[in-house]
């Protein structure tokens, strides 16, 4: 735990509290009464109720539109379902910057639905909330359909041979049962939608901004260190409330449901109403998750002969000081460099809490590593700037300060996906390789790492997955020489003139490429006891 417990407090409380104390401290003394003088203020009154419905309104319609998807791929076995799983999933795995450009591909100007009927939702809050639908669709589809897919249907056929309905049948026996990994899927996306960043600074413009975008806001452009350190405050808050509840949701799933074999309960669509809904989740994932994307697609090919790809070889001395194209290969690096320490840290706390003997201060520290999932990464990033900047830590002009920013995202998945693997291992296993006179360097290496070596391939590629298209804090931190492709797209929204917006659209599909084949190599290398996620 030693190393994990350090990178964390150095490369993630240390910046949080650097920047709050930078906000909230004069002269040696706490200015805490700042507090309810900024909260109280009626433009931040309005973004903490913007940030709040709109979360609740993201979750709510995530739920209507993805839990009949979870019910087709845990019961309905079907053609395509494993091509299908992967498709629901590319969302997830794509920056939020990219799901806020299919969108504005989609429903901005000159977009499909521009062209088709003159309709722009940019500029609404509709547009924000079916971009968290789209990007939070598979949270909801792999939480509650790995479950649902493991409940004995038998328990409901005994309700229905009892004289039940259908619906009181489901609404009596399994819907109880799902009820605990709805609550943990429902958390999630209000966790991620609360937290929204990238979707609503493309999409919000100027008219809508949640906690994330004003911290930003106040930060870069207007400076007020005292209103963004509050509003981290308020925000770590929410977040800490909702993992508590999150947690608690986790382990009550884990311990109180007898499952079986998900291969033993799915079959091929019977009635009228399976093929009726099975053809309802097509439409649905066809409208909402892959037409977006084909539309940012084609608006990357509108130029004649692949133009605005091949713009990107060329700096044009005012977006950027390279070619945007330089952004590929700079984010392949930071994600590789960012993987490497997300495994490596990631994979020593799982270890630690897989222990058996593990005490309560290290089963806590499971909660507190996914507090970077929720924390502000604007706060951190800034963090970074102001906590790093003195030896013997002055990493300001260091290349290895993006990959620091991006593993503290990808470590939490590592352990996430790891964890369940590592406390399947039989300790008795390891016991007999003590016994037998292996070091316990030796024991992990001939017993533990056989075992989760899948596992640990699929920790790594969500690691690369999510240190690419991390924005929030390297927005900050990447050099003007070396940007991200995530910062290339958001620099290249912000500039008025169709060649820059194309050159955004190619550089969007080009990092959901990526992403994709990065997701596709996940799907061919999990197995069912690596877990959903």
């Known amino acids: 735990m030693a190393l994990p417990v350090g990178f964390f407090a150095l490369f993630f409380a240390w910046p949080v509290a650097a920047i709050v104390a930078r906000g909230l401290k004069t002269d040696g003394a706490w200015h805490l009464g700042r507090i309810a003088e900024i909260v109280t203020q009626p433009d931040i009154r309005h973004v903490l109720w913007f940030t709040t419905w709109q979360a609740l309104a993201s979750t709510a319609l995530t739920l209507l539109l993805a839990l009949p998807a979870g019910y087709v791929f845990a019961r309905l076995d079907f053609p395509g379902k494993h091509l299908l799983r992967a498709v629901v999933t590319v969302p997830f795995v794509l920056p939020t910057v990219v799901a806020g450009s299919a969108f504005l591909a989609l429903v901005g100007r000159g977009g499909l639905l521009d062209e088709l009927w003159g309709v722009r939702l940019d500029t609404t809050v509709w547009a924000i909330l079916l971009a968290h639908v789209f990007f939070n669709f598979a949270v909801v589809v792999r939480t509650v359909g790995g479950l649902w897919a493991q409940l004995d249907p038998r328990q409901e056929e005994a309700a229905r041979m009892l004289g039940a309905s259908p619906l009181t049948a489901w609404r009596k026996v399994t819907l109880p049962a799902l009820a605990p990994a709805v609550a943990a899927a429902a958390l999630m996306v209000f966790l991620f939608t609360f937290t929204s960043f990238g979707v609503v600074q493309i999409l919000g413009g100027p008219t809508f901004s949640t906690l994330e975008v004003e911290i930003y806001r106040q930060t870069s452009e207007v400076f007020d260190l005292s209103t963004a350190a509050v509003l981290t405050l308020v925000q770590f808050a929410a977040v800490g409330a909702v993992l508590a509840v999150h947690a608690w949701t986790v382990r009550r799933r884990e311990t109180a449901l007898r499952l079986v074999d998900p291969k033993a309960t799915a079959r091929r669509p019977r009635g009228a109403g399976q093929w009726t809904l099975l053809a309802s989740v097509l439409v649905v994932v066809a409208l909402l998750l892959v037409l977006p994307l084909a539309v940012l697609v084609r608006r990357s090919l509108d130029a004649p002969g ?198 955004a659209m190619a550089l969007s599909t080009i990092l959901m490429v990526v992403c994709a084949a990065a997701l596709l190599i996940l799907e061919r290398l999990r197995t069912d006891r690596t877990g959903e996620f």
């Open 306 to 503: 692949l133009g605005y790809y091949r713009a990107l070889t060329h700096a044009d001395g005012g977006t950027f000081l390279v070619a945007p194209v330089h952004a590929v290969w700079t984010s392949l690096e930071y994600a590789v460099a960012a993987t490497a320490i997300a495994v490596v840290i990631g994979g020593l706390a799982a270890a630690a809490l897989a222990r058996r003997d593990a005490g309560r201060l290290v089963r806590g520290f499971d909660a507190l590593l996914m507090l970077p999932l929720g924390v502000s990464a604007v706060t951190v990033g800034f963090g970074f700037l102001i906590a790093l900047d003195k030896p013997p830590l002055d990493l300001r002009q260091s290349w290895i300060l993006v990959p620091l920013a991006q593993a503290l995202v990808g470590a939490p998945f590592v352990v996430r996906t790891m964890l369940p693997v590592l406390r399947a291992v039989d300790v008795r296993l390891r016991e007999a390789a003590a016994v037998l006179g292996a070091s316990p360097w030796r024991v992990w290496r001939e017993v533990d790492l056989p075992l989760v070596r899948r596992a640990l391939l699929v920790a790594a590629g969500f690691a690369f997955a999510v240190s690419l298209g991390e924005f929030g804090a390297t927005v900050f931190i990447a050099r003007p020489d070396n940007p991200t492709l995530p910062v290339a797209v958001a620099r290249l929204l912000s500039r008025p003139g169709d060649l820059n917006y194309g050159q």
